[in-house]
């Protein structure tokens, strides 16, 4: 016991930190001048040329970093203690994005249940829905918003569904590529993982499509209500966590190739695998609550 | 990059950074990110401390200072309170002291992510840097009360609603993520790293405080992130997450159906546990500082454990208490009415058991001890304006007045600060291997003590008489008899009072670097692990040779028969004695 | 009846209580306690705040009692051998289950007038508030059989602008230079020396009236930032959300007529603290009165009807300037946040009235359209007043119909 617990390694300083502070501040400061020019809310031609910048910049940083991080791996710096704590740290990570997700939807219950249904005279809005929205109807999907902006809802039955059969099938074929690996067969376990990566690119390009559908042909905008506005975040925000998913795998499948994981010690590749998982839970739950219901 | 790899090399062997920069910038050493974090915390804490002396110097003597008008008064106001709630006392206490006690506590070398640790706090000086950074954008920082709540946040009729709310929008996000860091750093350390024989109910309370809080802010923090977020499209890019269709200042906007009520909720959501997530450190902390200083062990450890676990859920489900006149459903008034009565159960609790860790104790009247003693009663009094606010009937009249400023200033301000001074006087010596100037530290507690009493006091009388809050003047009106306008003078006074006497705290740390006289090892005589390392301030690596192991609880002050009046934690159990009451002998991995 | 009951209770216990010390009674105005107020709600709310606070007085008094006993004996200097007791179920379970009970009984009461409090029905009038930054308006629905009275009128307070607020200032936060010399001459200490400071930041254009003994409806809500309809002495305040109407009501007692003075209560941007409102009870014969005084005065006034000279159009324009213009383009017309309107072209070419109706009506950058808020005829007292104002002296007399004939801006 005492031997487990003083294998801790100290690492004793790195740069990696601060600068990837600074990068992250690029990033934030490009993507509010990307929005604000994206959206004509103000002239401003810097938003892009920052964000850009500061997306490469988080790029070198956190590969430098992970190279560190790799090799501290390799040289055999990190004990089966630290691999429980990582593995616990990364359900603390998930746990609290749960959260991040539960507040989105949280949000749209509100909305659906109590605001919706207020303005259009239900409980306690009788007088709301009298005096200040007579012609307003509570509904769901709310297509015809209460100053009269009408849009078209995304059904349920076409891309979602398919989009859904694809990353379930996803979460199946990393399934598959997971038992591999602990089975110490590389070559199939590199085979189903990159089948699931070639999943996630197909889902994240079929919901560019849909985006593109959505604005184009259905008029759901993000500014065109508070429909549009909660299905572009909960479907927006789960596309933003499946190309870090996809990322996150095709880093592990780089390092799967060069061999990184053994069949005991894989941890990053389990970290990799619930985190997909968890991926994958949240778009049941959206498909189910944003598109169906 | 250099590791000091496996922690059994020998002493001599490890690498300590020679460097300034090695030392203090690129460090990953727990005690150093805790110092960083401290140093940046207490500054921003006196700028937003310098923020209320502006707003008092309005109130008290309005327009006497030219410098304040409506505007600025809103902005030094929102920005004081951000500062205060998220930037000084979360960072403070979690960051801090978090950083600096856990590893020591619960006898290890470092956080189990070091690098995470340092980001954390690299992404809390840049939240900081964009805090700040809001006072030089055109309009200034954002005037729209710490509660953001929108649509006001976020239209014309606000001050800096063009820059300021971008910044504070961002600032926010930013600590988010910082705290998502650090705060299950912290989790995961004290639940994976305890050394042998520390089982999690012999940790001392303060580990538990620090625990829980952390666990809170994991499962809080993403409601303020997600609020966040809409809060800066529906300003940015026209959604309508918390915008019905309205008018602001004559034009007619394009936001559409949403409701301003979700944003409360989401805050609140957050805003409450926040609450806590800033008391229950200082609840542990000051357990530990009560038990020493009184040479007693806290009455009713695991009553202590668990109120903190219940007050910590139960926190969850009182958000809405904030909303009692903002038109919610009766019965969801109910409901949160009812859970914000439960949750004064459990904190009563704790404060009977202080008093009564006193009771019979040998209480050393020392600085940090009247600190903790002082946290008592501020928090006890803020406690029972609590009582005043929780029942739902009895808040009509008085919310939004100044009665809840009084509350919430006495509940998580005052008695807050109360703690963090008797823990910066209890653990100084660690820190710096020198005791404070006790002289210094006498005057600036009764001061401190006195003047907050008398800068908060006078407000729950001016609640009472109906004056609101966030009022940039309060005139001369029917709720404001000549009385009440000497009295309310008179706050400025003593708030003024106060900002000084804190130089006197300031020039003690300085000071007492170079000149205190030097400490004693262990000067408190205290049991927990942090005072029993090999070398006092703690080396890179805090253990040297061998991590402690831990053979007791953290409470055995003054027991019968022992040599000392304290017994540390890592001596181990003898024939005689008392029994060992923290738990099994089996340890948690 | 609930709350009678109750509150008869209370004051007993409470008199039994505090029997010897000074208790304050409810039909007094208390200078030194929570507002008792006029309403049946109000009072029972002051009682179970008084039972509060003499809990509080219980607890504090035990708990620092204790504290302040083990500091004197148990310190130190007294060299106490310290108990070494740790736990006491017993005790903890004790003292979990008191606190319990005592809150059950102060929340059971409070749980009774708040349902009591939000429910609207029978009452006789309905009167639609609303908050706008930063003012009240009123219109009154239905009052006894008549489904809609047609009264509708805003509430402004009555100190001017210069009195209380400063003109927002260029500069940024720490602007340069003396006080007087951005603010200018005629500027007025916010102080209690001011003569005029009765009932300062509360006195208000336009009171709004309702009959005594009678039950009020308000329904509450507001037109663009959240606000809150607070009168003390009638013991409720409740949000005025935008898009959402919430309902409160009060009826106050036929003997306490009267003016009651309010505030807005929920931050609502830099005018929070200057949208003050007054509530003037009046008897029942009173109110009827009122009624159809306003309801004649109404008929009267015609939207569209032209200025008979500038003279007429300028003492209506220049109260406008006052309530909507001040805050961006100062007193003195020399800008601040707006630009300054002093001789510039803008103002003083006959050529750009066009242009300047525009502006005004349909907003332009950060300008706001006022076309929503005013009417033709208000758009053409403040141009009118504009263009004669601040040496300017173009002697423009702009007329409603102008306004209609000027085309669409944006």
Known sequence: MAEKTTQYFVPDSSPWPLWASAGLFL????????????????????????????????????????????????????????????????????????????????????????????????????????????????????????????????????????????????????TIAHHALVAGERARAILFHGATIALGVIFIGLQAYEYVHAYRDLGLTLDAGIYGSLFFMLTGFHGVHVTIGTIFLIVLLLRMMKGHFTAENHFAYEAGAWYWHFVDVVWVFLFVVVYWL | ????????????????????????????????????????????????????????????????????????????????GMIMVIYLLTALLLGGFGNYLIPLMVGTRDMVFPYLNMLSFWMYFLSVLVLLASFFVPGGPTGAGWTLYPPQAILQGTPGADWGIVFMIASLAIFIIAFTMGGLNYVTTILQARTHGMTLMRMPLTLWGIFTASLMGLLAFPALLVSAIMLGLDLLAGTSFFMPALVSLGEQLDHTGGSPLLFQHLFWFFGHPEVYIVALPAFGMVSDVLSTHARKNIFGYRMMVWAIVIIAGLSFIVWAHHMYVSGMNLNFGFFFATTTLIIAVPTALKVYNWVLTLWRGNIHLNTPMLFAIGFIFTFTHGGLSGLFLGNVIVDVPLADTYFVVAHFHMVMGVSTVMVLFAAIYHWYPLVTGRMLHEGMGKIHFWLTFLGTYAVFLPMHYLGFLGVPRRYFSMGDTAFMPESAQTLNASISVFAIIVMVIQVIFLVNLVWSLKNGPRAPRNPWGATSLEWQTPVMPPAHGNWGHALPRVHRWAYDYSVPGAAEDFIPQNVPQEGSGRPDDGGQEEVKA | MQPKRFHRAVTALTTLAVSGLASADWTERSAENLRPGVTDSSETIYDLHMAILWVCVAIFALVFGLIMWSMINHRRSKRPKPATFHEHLGLEVVWTIIPFVILIFMAWPATVVLIDLEDTSDSVLTVKVTGHQWYWSYEYLSYEDDPDLGISFAQRMKTPREQYERPILPGGLFPRGEAAGRVGEDFIPLTADNPDTKNYLLEVDNNLVIPAGQRVRFLITADDVIHSFWVPDFGYKKDAIPGFINESWTEVPEDQTGIYYGQCAELCGRGHAFMPLAVEVVSQEEFREWVAKKQAEAAEEVADEPFADLDEALAKGEQLYQNHCVACHGGEGGGGVGPSLRGTDLMTNPDRIDENISIVRDGRAAMPAFGAQLSDRELAAVISFQRNAFGNETGDLIQPADIENTEGGQ
């Open chain 1, 27 to 174: 990033l934030a400061m490009g993507i509010a001048g990307f929005i604000q020019q994206a959206t004509g809310v103000s002239d401003s031609q810097w938003g892009g040329p920052v964000l850009i910048a500061g997306a490469l910049w988080m790029i070198g940083v956190l590969f430098m970093w992970w190279r560190d991080a790799t090799l501290e791996s390799l040289q055999g710096l990190h004990s089966v203690q630290m691999d429980k704590s990582y593995r616990q740290g990364m359900i603390w990570f998930i746990f609290s994005e749960v959260m991040f997700f539960a507040a989105f939807f949280g949000a749209l219950f509100y909305v659906r249940w109590l605001a919706v249904p207020w303005l259009g005279g239900a409980g306690d809005g009788a007088m709301t829905h009298e005096l200040l929205w007579p012609d307003f109807q509570a509904m769901w999907p709310l297509t015809r918003t209460p100053d009269g902006t009408t849009t078209q809802y995304m059904g349920a039955w076409g891309l979602p569904a398919i989009n859904t059969a694809i990353l379930i099938t996803s979460s199946v074929t990393l």
């Open chain 2, 1 to 80: 990059m250099t590791h000091v790899a496996i922690a059994d090399q020998p002493e001599e062997e490890e690498h300590h950074p020679t460097s300034f920069i090695a030392k203090y910038i690129w460090s990953q050493d727990h005690k150093v990110i805790a110092i960083q974090y401290t140093i940046v915390a207490m500054f921003v804490g006196l700028v937003a401390l310098v923020l209320s002396g502006f707003m008092r110097l309005q109130l008290g003597f309005p327009d006497t200072f030219s410098f304040i008008n409506p505007n600025t008064y809103l902005q030094f106001m929102t920005m004081h």
